[in-house]
């Protein structure tokens, strides 16, 4: 708590912290809601030095990123969304390093909103899918260029696999759990070209590289979406990686930390529903390629996490954050399982994903 002492000194030194309560549910960074003795509130982070190498230039592209999206959104009516501004520190800086390298920022907090770990309604899941829309939208006139790469090598599926591989060779999955993740990825791993063996055909853009349901923001006293959070991993990239992520995150009806994977279930309506909402917003955005691999992108994935989920649990759990043990391998087994709930439906999902655009494009 020192150091986050240190953090709110350097950022607001002339306010009173009345108190500060860790923010839980981020696999990643540390957060912190901090409560100002006046009444207001403000989001305390630090980044996580093992997923950023390059925290500083993650910080430069959160300052670019997040004034293009606060001007777009003040001048376009395209669509309502929030972002988080970032404070800077009376000098005028937007980060604080601690004592150990790491890199600290504080956010102006969305008031009056919630996070859902879960989507529990086809509202809710619409709503995801115009704001998703809405997002990539704003970002469609963000010089990519000036963009640093905050994570090299994400969504490249073929490095995962070396890197499960070679992590594989040196261990004996003893467990039963581990041998069934094992038998998937065997399974998925000759389909990992989906998206890329078709990449001139894809649109790319600037994208959000973590759209799971946690990261949107609900209006406190309804199912309107209204913020999307969580903007370190802004980068150029394929929409289908937006759109799969976001799809395999709120179409799975258990979530994403249940112990028990045979419950995992893709849902057809929610899928219809979140595909409906970005849809109405931002159908223009997807060519006729993007339209047809939409299942393969929530395929892949799906079971592009699993299997960096695995891998995590194989080397010690390095990158995603863990409360207990096998924690990992839990999360690993979930979205193994989901990808091949995924995989079943597939001729139902292309049917709905058929019917949606149709109904979009009239």
């Known amino acids: 708590m020192k ?3 240190a953090a709110l000194s350097f950022f607001l030194p002339e306010k009173h912290i009345a108190w500060i309560v860790p923010v839980s549910g981020g696999n990643v960074n540390d957060s912190y809601c901090v409560h100002l003795s006046s009444g207001g509130r403000f989001l305390l982070q630090r980044l996580n030095p093992s997923v950023f ?5 993650v910080m430069e592209n959160l300052q670019r990123v997040t004034a293009h999206l606060c001007r777009e959104a003040q001048t376009t009516r395209m669509c309502s969304i929030q972002i988080p ?3 800077q520190s009376p000098t005028g800086t937007a980060a604080f390093k601690d004592d150990s390298g790491s890199y600290w920022r504080l956010f102006t907090w969305i008031e009056n909103s919630r996070a859902i770990q ?3 309604s086809t509202n809710q899941g619409r709503e995801i899918g115009r704001l998703l829309g809405c997002f990539h939208r704003l970002l469609m006139n963000f010089d990519p260029d000036t963009l640093h790469d905050p994570l090299p090598g ?3 599926t073929t490095r995962y696999l070396q890197q499960y591989d070679q992590i594989k060779k040196e261990k004996s999955l003893s467990l039963e759990s581990e041998r069934q993740c094992a038998a998937f990825i065997d399974a998925f791993r000759s389909r990992e070209g989906i998206l890329e063996d078709h990449r001139q055909n894809l649109r790319s853009s600037l994208i959000h590289g973590d759209p799971k349901a946690a990261n949107f923001l609900f209006a406190r006293n309804s199912d309107t979406a209204i913020s999307l959070i969580d903007l370190d991993t802004v980068m150029p990239g394929l929409l289908l990686y937006d759109l799969g992520d976001c799809l395999r995150s709120c179409c799975n009806s258990a979530g994403e930390e249940i112990c028990n994977s045979s419950e995992i ?3 057809g309506e929610m899928f219809a529903a979140l595909l409906s909402g970005y849809c109405d917003q931002a159908l223009a955005l997807l060519g006729e390629k993007d339209q047809e ?6 395929f892949l994935i799906s079971f592009e996490l699993g299997l960096r989920f695995f891998t995590d649990h194989l080397a010690g759990n390095q990158y995603f954050k863990v409360e207990r043990q096998g924690q990992n391998l839990d999360r690993a087994l979930n979205q193994l399982y989901l990808a091949a709930s995924i995989d079943k439906q597939r001729s139902t999902l292309d049917l709905l994903r058929q019917q949606v655009i149709i109904a979009a494009s009239r």
Request: hydrophobic residues 50%; neutral net charge; aromatic residues 8%.
């Open 53 to 57: 190498p390059e925290p500083g230039r």
């Open 85 to 87: 501004k970032m404070i």
């Open 293 to 298: 691999l939409l299942v393969d992108a929530a």
């Open 118 to 120: 879960v989507i529990e």
């Open 154 to 156: 994400f969504h490249k």
């Open 265 to 267: 279930l893709f849902s």
């Open 3 to 5: 150091t986050v002492q």
